[in-house]
C-alpha cells in the first residue's frame, strides 16, 4: 500500500495535519496513518495515548466534523489510523479549503475556491443569474434560428406565444425574470459584455505552431458562433477540392462537415467560460480545435472511443443544446465524430489532454501516418497558444506549521480576503443562517465579525431590511460593489 490520493503516511502528529483530514473530507475522503515513514514502514509511537483523545477532539473543534481514530499493532508496533470520510458540504480548516489532488494536498484560491464552494453548494457555473443583464441584452433573432433548428428534433416544449422572456424561462435559462449565464452564452446580443472568453480564435499555420500565417478572431453567442466558426473555417482557411461530374462542379470538405460541427458544439459545452478561449490551429495536413476544460473524474480518453456517460460541464446550457437539437445526451458526440472521420475514409482523430483541456486532431488526405504526433503523457506541458495567457491558478501552496488550533478562532480566514468566500456564495437574497450553512460555519459570533460585518462596511453585502438590522426576517444580497467584485473574481 502506498500513499495516494486516499493515503497519507506521517511519522508523527503535527497540528498542521489537520489540513490533510480536511482535504480528504473535501475530496473521496481517505486515511491518515500516524506513525508510519514514508515507505509505509511503522515507527513506534511513544504518546498513542494521549493522541487517541487529542486528535478527535482538535478534529472536531476545529472543523465541526466527526473521524474514527483507531490504534493498530501492539508492544511498540503502535501506529494510529484516521478514518475521514467524505462530505457533500464543504469543510473548511481555520476559514481555510483544502482538497486531495493525487498525493498532494493543495489550499484552493481565487477561481478553484469559487467553483469548489458552487460544486459543493449543489449549484452549477451556468446556473448563476446574471444579475446586471436584462431580457434586453438577449437577442430574439438568436432565439428564433434556435426555435427553427429544434423543429427537425420535435424536443423543445411548446412556445407558441410566449415572449423572448418566457421562452427563456420555459427553458431554464431564466429566473424569475433574470437571465442565467448559459442564457447569455447562448442568446447574449453581447455575451463578452457579461462572461469573457465567449470567442474563438482561428490561425492557419505552415509547418509549426510559431509558423503563423493569418487568424481570425470571432466572438459572439453560440448560436451564432456555430454558423459563423464553421463558414470562415470552410471558405478561409480548409481547402475546398474540386470535382467534376459531366458539366457539374461539385465541391467537396476537407473535414467532414458533421465532425467539425460536433467537435465545436463539444467545446461550447464542456467549456470552462472563465478560462481562455476556443483555440482552432489549422495546419496543410490536420486541423486541431482545443478547449479548456479537463475531463470529469472517472472519464479518460479511451472512454471517448466507446459508449460512455455524458457528464457536461455546463448541464443547463447542454439541456438547451439537447433540446435544439445540437447535441445528444448519450455521449455519443465523440462516436460520430470517428464514424464521420472513418466514412471520409480520413484516419482516425486524437485526442489528448493538454494545458488544462482537451484538443481534438483530425487528419485530412495530405498526412501520412508517420507524421502523426503521439499523444502526450497526461499533464505534460505543450506549447501555449502565443498570444493567449493562460489563467490556470498555481494550485500548490506551501504549507507552514501553524500554531495549535485552540490559539486561534475556529473559521478564522488568516491569509483571505473572507469577503470574497461570502460573495462568491451568495446567489440570492438569503439570511444568515443559510449563509452559514453554505460556508459549512456553525459558530456566529465568529462568522458575523469574520464575514458579514467585514463585507456590510465595505459596501459588498447590503440588508432586505436596513432599517431593522436586528428583523428576524432579515436577508442579504449582493450590492452594485458586490457584484462587479463577484464578476472579477468569477472571471
Known amino acids: 500500500m502506498n500513499e495516494s490520493q486516499n493515503i497519507e503516511w506521517k511519522q508523527i502528529w503535527k497540528d498542521e495535519y489537520l489540513k490533510w483530514v480536511c482535504a480528504f473530507a473535501n475530496t473521496d475522503g481517505g486515511q491518515l496513518f500516524i506513525g508510519k515513514d514514508n515507505k509505509g514502514n511503522v515507527v513506534p509511537l511513544s504518546n498513542f495515548a ?22 493498530h499493532g501492539d508492544n511498540g508496533s503502535e501506529f494510529i489510523e484516521i478514518d475521514v470520510k467524505s462530505y457533500a458540504n464543504p469543510i473548511s480548516y481555520r476559514g481555510k479549503y483544502y482538497v486531495r489532488s493525487g498525493s498532494a494536498t493543495h489550499e484552493l484560491n481565487g477561481v478553484e ?45 411548446d412556445i407558441s406565444g410566449l415572449s423572448d422572456c418566457e421562452i427563456l424561462e420555459k427553458l431554464r435559462l431564466a429566473k424569475n425574470g433574470k437571465i442565467k449565464r448559459a442564457g447569455i452564452i447562448l442568446f447574449g446580443k453581447d455575451p463578452n459584455y457579461f462572461i469573457p472568453n465567449c ?15 493569418f487568424q481570425e478572431f470571432l466572438e459572439g453567442n453560440i448560436i451564432f458562433l456555430l454558423e459563423e466558426v464553421l463558414k470562415i473555417l470552410n471558405y478561409k482557411f480548409l481547402v475546398r477540392p474540386i470535382e467534376f461530374e459531366g458539366m457539374h462542379r461539385r465541391e467537396n470538405y476537407e473535414y467532414p462537415l458533421a465532425a467539425l460541427r460536433e467537435i465545436l458544439l463539444n467545446a ?71 464514424k464521420a ?14 494545458n488544462g483541456g482537451v484538443e481534438v486532431t483530425l487528419y485530412n488526405h495530405f498526412y501520412t501516418p508517420q507524421d502523426t504526433p503521439q499523444a502526450p503523457p497526461k ?8 498570444d493567449t495567457p493562460q489563467d490556470t491558478p ?12 485552540q490559539d486561534t478562532p475556529k473559521d478564522t480566514p488568516k491569509d483571505i480576503d473572507a469577503t470574497v468566500i461570502l460573495i462568491t456564495v451568495l446567489t440570492e437574497e438569503m439570511s444568515s443562517k443559510e449563509l452559514m450553512a453554505k460556508l459549512s460555519l456553525k459558530d456566529k459570533k465568529s462568522f458575523q ?21 436586528t428583523s428576524k426576517n432579515q436577508k442579504y444580497r449582493l450590492s452594485k460593489k458586490g457584484l462587479r467584485k463577484k464578476k472579477r473574481i468569477m472571471q
Not at 459545452?269 to 490536420?286: A, C, L, P, S, W
Open 379 to 386: 499533464d505534460t506541458p505543450q506549447d501555449t497558444p502565443q
Open 199 to 213: 470567442k474563438v480564435m482561428i490561425g492557419r499555420f505552415g509547418k509549426d505552431s510559431e509558423d503563423i500565417k
Open 113 to 157: 475556491l469559487s467553483e469548489f464552494l458552487l460544486q459543493k453548494s449543489g449549484t452549477t457555473w451556468d446556473e448563476l443569474i446574471v444579475e446586471e443583464a436584462s431580457i434586453q441584452d438577449i437577442d430574439s433573432n438568436s432565439i428564433k434560428k434556435f426555435i427553427n433548428d429544434s423543429q427537425q428534433k420535435g424536443r423543445l416544449p
Open 394 to 405: 498555481q494550485d500548490t501552496p506551501q504549507d507552514t506549521p501553524q500554531d495549535t488550533p
Open 268 to 338: 461550447f459545452v464542456h467549456k470552462k467560460y472563465n478560462g481562455t478561449t476556443i483555440q482552432i490551429r489549422v495546419f496543410d495536413e490536420r486541423c486541431s480545435i482545443w478547449n479548456q476544460g479537463v475531463l470529469p473524474t472517472g472519464l479518460t480518453i479511451e472512454d471517448l472511443k466507446k459508449e460512455h456517460q455524458s457528464i457536461p460541464l455546463n448541464p443547463v446550457l447542454a439541456e438547451a443544446c439537447f433540446k435544439a437539437g445540437y447535441i445528444d445526451t448519450w455521449g455519443r458526440g465523440t462516436l460520430k465524430v470517428f
Open 449 to 469: 465579525k469574520l464575514y458579514l460585518e467585514p463585507a456590510l462596511q465595505a459596501g459588498l453585502v447590503e440588508r432586505t431590511i436596513p432599517e431593522k438590522p
Open 50 to 71: 494521549s493522541l487517541l483523545k487529542d486528535i478527535p477532539s482538535k478534529i472536531k473543534s476545529c472543523m465541526g466534523i466527526v473521524c474514527a481514530v483507531n490504534l
Open 341 to 354: 472521420c472513418k466514412d471520409a475514409g480520413l484516419c482516425e482523430p486524437i485526442i489528448i489532454e493538454k
